[in-house]
């Protein structure tokens, strides 16, 4: 069975602090690992697709990593704008997408 | 451009209640999906239709029961809701060349 998780659960940030979220991942063949934002009380947003191990996506402060076993979003000095859940999820081979808990980051000013 | 559009957007019901969650796109996608999110628990898939006439079964499907009725609408029926399909209930269809979800608002429901 796929599975996604995510760590932390939770995050706290002050303004410009630099910090890093993990997703590891288990799944008979993955299509694609998938980074998405939601802000309370509404749907995710999409942030990033990676497909194979070695490949990076930037945007903003963000950046996505990934490995055979797992991903990183790392945020840049941060704003308090950039807090949100943060969801991770994982395609294996065919149309199924699994979801991580989500990272809850809050950033201070 | 409306994009994926769920109705309704809050419902409350009584234990053994019956209803349909409406989810409509506008974008031309074959795949779309039904979850639901329960506080630390994520995205759980209910169902998912990889194209027009074929639906599956997600991870959590008992107690659902889904139509996907043409290209663009895809709904989800509880037949006797229950207290533990309290939750929020999130409809998405994908692009297939970037995999990117589009979701729609969600549909906040109560099962008293």
């Known amino acids: 069975e796929d599975q996604v998780t995510q760590s932390p659960e939770a995050l706290r940030l002050q303004e410009g602090e630099s910090s890093s979220l993990n997703c590891s991942y288990t799944v008979s063949g993955l299509r694609g690992l998938f980074w998405y934002r939601q802000d309370p009380g509404k749907g995710p947003e999409f942030l990033f697709t990676l497909y194979s191990a070695g490949e990076e996506k930037e945007k903003e402060r963000l950046k996505a990593t990934l490995t055979k076993k797992e991903s990183f979003l790392h945020i840049t000095a941060p704003k308090p704008e950039d807090s949100a859940t943060y969801l991770c999820a994982v395609q294996p081979n065919d149309y199924k997408l699994s979801f991580g808990a989500g990272t809850t980051v809050t950033v201070r000013a | 451009n409306a994009g994926v559009t769920q109705t309704p957007k809050f419902q409350v019901l009584k234990t053994g209640q019956s209803m349909t969650l409406q989810c409509a796109q506008d974008?031309?996608?074959?795949?779309m999906y039904w979850y639901r999110q329960d506080p630390g628990m994520g995205l759980r898939l209910i169902y998912y239709s990889a194209s027009e006439g074929t639906t599956d079964k997600g991870e959590v499907p008992n107690g659902y029961n889904v139509s996907r009725l043409n290209k663009r609408e895809f709904s989800l029926r509880l037949e006797s809701a229950a207290p533990s399909q309290t939750s929020v209930y999130f409809c998405a269809s994908i692009e297939k060349n970037t995999g990117e979800l589009f979701f729609g608002e969600g549909s906040r429901l109560t099962v008293l």
């Open positions: 974008m031309n996608h074959n795949s």
